[in-house]
Nanobody, 124 residues
């Protein structure tokens, strides 16, 4: 059974940094793309970043380009999201997602597996 477990969320002041991690188990992590999404109450889940199985294809939503960095360590079955220069608009529950293929998608329905989410709160 596939399991994705996020960690690293919390409360941070504007301008600060957080590093999210997502540990995967129960599938061949290294063969599939991974993504990060976020969601605030009353809104749809939003794509944040995606990375291919080999890390050669990476996508970001425009609002986080230059501030967030997605990476993965296939030996550890873990994907990361380094978030710098955080602002209150980044406040959301962040979800790790496991893809159906090797290339990252930007739509939630392109991912088969989801973590439980981790809350990120940025205070002004």
């Amino acid at each position: 059974q596939v399991h994705l477990a996020e960690a690293g969320g919390g409360l941070v002041q504007a301008g600060g940094s957080l590093r999210l991690s997502c540990a995967a188990s129960g599938w061949i992590f290294s063969r599939f793309a991974m993504g990060w999404f976020r969601q605030i109450p009353g809104k749809e889940r939003e794509f944040v970043a995606g990375i291919s199985w080999s890390s050669d294809i990476i996508y970001y939503v425009d609002s986080v380009k230059g501030r967030f960095t997605i990476s993965r360590d296939n030996a550890k079955n873990t994907v990361y999201l380094q978030m710098n220069s955080l602002n209150p608009e980044d406040t959301a529950v962040y979800y790790c997602a496991g893809g159906a293929g090797t290339r990252p998608g930007t739509l939630a329905n392109e991912y088969n597996y989801w973590g439980q989410g981790t809350q990120v709160t940025v205070s002004s």
